[in-house]
C-alpha cells in the first residue's frame, strides 16, 4: 500500500484509482493513480481551523466590543479569546465557521438579498403560464445523452410537448435540432431569453433552473439530459400527493450531504432524511412560485452560494426549506446500479435511470462528474439499455464524429495545462523528469522549456535564448526529442527578410542545464522556402527525419546536412485530407509510432486531427499499420472564431500502458490526451 499525504482534493477509491477533484485537472473530478497521489506537486490538504481565523467568518458583523463582535448566526461571537466573552461562540470551535472571501459578500448580506428578492417578488403571473411539459437542458457533449432522453420519452408514449434549452447556437447546432425536430421538441435559446429575463450567470447548472422558470409550462417535468425515462412518466402529474403538494423530488444516494452548508444560506437546517437530487424534478410554478423563484436567486448568485454547496442540486432544497412548503420524496436514499441512479416511482421500481457516470457521448466532453469507462458501456442489467444503444447508433449514424471522418477514440483523461497562451506543446521524460516544450504566443513567439509534475502542471518554465539569423522573426512548434544521449528541440525559425516571409526547419541542442548550446539549419537540396514539420528521431546512433507522411520520406542527417534515404510509395488512405508530421516517432518493438496531424476542409472551414500509424524501426522504414480514421478531433462546439479548428499533436510518451499525448489545443492552450495502449492498437490495420 502506497502512503499518502492528506489530500483534500482526494475523494473516494474506485478499484486501483482515487477520484481526485483538483482544479488543475481539465474538466474536474479525475481518476489517478495512487502514484500520483504519492508524488503529486499541489497535494493540499484542508487547514486546521486558526484561532483566530485567518479569514474573517461569513456570519461576523461589527464589534460589539474589544474582543467580540454580533454574529448572523449566533449573536455574538469572540475569535480570539471566547473564555474571556461570556455567551460568545468562539469562532475555531464553532461548526458553523465558514472563511470569508475577503472580497466577497458575507452570509448575512447575501441572506438580507435573498430575502429583498422575496419581498420584490410579484404574485404569480395568473395569464403567464399554461398547461404541463417537459423541459431538458443540454447539448454540446451532452447531446447524445439528450438525443436518447427524447427518444425514450416518445418510445414510452409521452404525448406532452418538450422543450429543449440550450446556450446558443454553438451548443445546439441547426443540424442538431433538425435531428430533434421529429419527435416534436421545440428548441430554446437560452441567450434570446435571457435579454428579456436578465440573468448575472447562466451556465449548465444555472441553466436548469433558468429553463424550469422561464418555460411556458405551468406544470413541468424537468429531466437531465443524461436522464431518461424507463416507463411512461405523465402520470405523476396526476398523483394526488404531487397535487397537494406541487412538486417530486427524488433522493440522492446520500442521506446526508456534508457539502451543504446551510449556515451560508442563512437557512436552518430541517434535518429531514434525505439528500435532494436534481437529475429530475416536478414543478408546479402556482404552488411553488417563491420557492422556485428563490432557488433561481441562488443559482443567479452562484459564485457566493457554489461554494457551499453541490452545484444547483442544493438551492432547491435550501428554498424550499426557506420557503417551508413541502414536497414529495418517496425514498430517503436512491438506489445505485454501476453507473446510474436509478429512481423509482411511488410504486418503488424504477422510472427513471439517471446515467451520470457514464453517459452516452461521441467524445471527451467537459462533465460534472466523473465517467466510469472512457467510452460509453452497455450496462445489460439497466431498463431500456437496449433500446438506448439503438437509438444512439441512429443518432451516430446520422450526425456523429463518423459523419466527420472517422469516430474519434475516448481519451481516459485531458488535462489542461497551465500555461496561459502557451500551445503546440512537445513532451518527453529526461531521467524521471516531464519535460514540455511550447510555443509562447501566436505572433514573435519563443519556444517555453517546463518541468512538469505528475498531475501535468508545470513546477516551473523558462523561455530559451535560440538566436539564429534564419530565426529571427519567431521560433515556432518546438518538438523535443534525443540524440546521442542529449535533449534536442525541433523548431519553426520564421524569418523576414524584408519583403518575403521564410520558414525554416531548425534544430537546436540543449546542455544538461536545459541551456541553448548550439542551433542550427539542416541543408537539404530539394528544401523549398515554407519547410516545417520533419520529426526527428535516432537510430543505431545516426540522426533522422520523417520529411512527410504520404509517401513515407525519410531523411537522415550527418554534419547538418540531409539526404533522402527512404521513402515508401504507400500511401494512408484519409481521402481528402493533407497529412503532415506531428510528434516525434517511438520507438516500441520493431516499429516505430509516429502520430500525426491532418488538415481537412469540412463545411467551408478548415479542421485540424490526429491520427496514428506505425513504421518499421529499421531502414527501409516501410509503413507497417495505421489507424483508418482519426484518434483525437477538436470540439466542434467550441470552435474559435475563423475558419480553423485545431488539435496539432506535438509530442508522445508510451508509459505504464497508456499513450500520452502532448497537443496545442485551438492554437491557444496546451493539454495532454491520455489514451489506452490497447485501445490504439485496435485502431491500427496494415497499410
Known sequence: MIPLPPCRWRGERRQDRYVCESVKFLDPPNLVRAEDCAGCFFVDHAPPLPLPPALPCVHLGAAASADAFSCAEHGLCAPARCDDVPGARCCARCPDYLARDPF?????EMRQRADEHLAALENYPTTRYRGRGIVLAGGGPYFPSLYVT?????????????QVWHLGAQELPARWQALLAPYGVECVD???????????????WELKVFATLHSPFEEALFLDADCYPCRPPDFLFDLEDYRAAGAIFWS?????????RWAAFGVASPRR????????????KRLCWRPLNLAWFYNDHSDYYYQYGYGDKHTFEVAWARCGPPFVLWQPQASWAEVAYLHPGPDGLPLFVHRCADKFRWMAGPFSTPQAYSGPAFCPHLPLERECWGWLADLTTAAGPGSRGGNALVPEKVVRIGLPGHFNCSLVQHEGLLLLASRDRETGAGVALSELGPDYQPRWTRRLSIVHPRASAACEDPRLFFFGGQLHCAFIGVEHDGRDWHVHQMVCRLGDDGEVEEVWLPEYAARTVQEKNW???EHEGELYSVYTVSPHVVLRHRGGKAEKVAHTAARLAWPGCHLRGGAPPVRVGDERYHFFHCVKERDGQKEYSTGVYTFAARPPFEMCRAAETPILLPDEHDRPPGLVSVVFPCGALLRDGQWIISYGYQDRECRIAVFAAEEIEKRLRPV
Open 104 to 108: 466577497g459578500p458575507s452570509s448575512g
Open 150 to 162: 427524447v427518444r425514450a420519452l416518445r418510445h414510452l408514449g409521452s404525448q406532452l410537448p418538450i
Open 190 to 204: 437560452a441567450q434570446t431569453v435571457r435579454q428579456r429575463h436578465p440573468a448575472r450567470r447562466l451556465g449548465g
Open 252 to 260: 440522492d444516494v446520500a442521506t446526508t450531504d456534508l457539502r451543504l
Open 273 to 284: 432524511p434525505g439528500s435532494i437530487e436534481s437529475g429530475q424534478y416536478v414543478v408546479n
Open 535 to 537: 520529426q526527428f528521431f
